[in-house]
């Protein structure tokens, strides 16, 4: 069982910086595919990162890349997402989940039912 808690959301200006955190317990993290995933009010819950057991590969969406970078610690069970350059569209509750279900997977998984656990949310507003 993996147990995922997000910190680091806030408000801010369009062009500013965030930092997002995901504190997991649970042993199966270290093995687990990690992802960022948020959800805009009205809208459905999309991808926006994801990053191998090792961290060996990252894979991110479009309306992202280049502009957020996902990473993770796993000597501290935690996963991270820095946003820069914060648009008004990246406005959103974002969520961290964890593939549990295989071990050890160098596959990106950009789909939500790919997720055995996610965490309660923490909320990004964005300014204009």
């Known amino acids: 069982q993996v147990q995922l808690v997000e910190s680091g959301g806030g408000l801010v200006q369009a062009g500013d910086s965030l930092r997002l955190s995901c504190a997991a317990s649970g042993r199966a993290f270290s093995t687990s595919a990690l992802g960022w995933f948020r959800q805009a009010p009205g809208k459905e819950r999309e991808f926006v990162a994801t990053?191998?057991?090792?961290?060996?590969?990252?894979t991110y969406a479009d309306s992202v890349k280049g502009r957020f970078t996902i990473s993770r610690d796993n000597a501290k069970n935690t996963l991270y997402l820095q946003m820069n350059n914060l648009k008004p569209e990246d406005t959103a509750v974002y969520y961290c989940?964890?593939?549990?279900?295989?071990?050890?997977?160098?596959?990106?998984?950009?789909?939500?039912?790919?997720?055995?656990?996610w965490g309660q949310g923490t909320q990004v507003t964005v300014s204009s």
């Open positions: 989940a964890a593939r549990s279900r295989t071990r050890y997977s160098d596959a990106a998984y950009v789909l939500a039912d790919g997720y055995d656990h």
């Open positions: 990053i191998t057991w090792s961290g060996g590969r990252t």
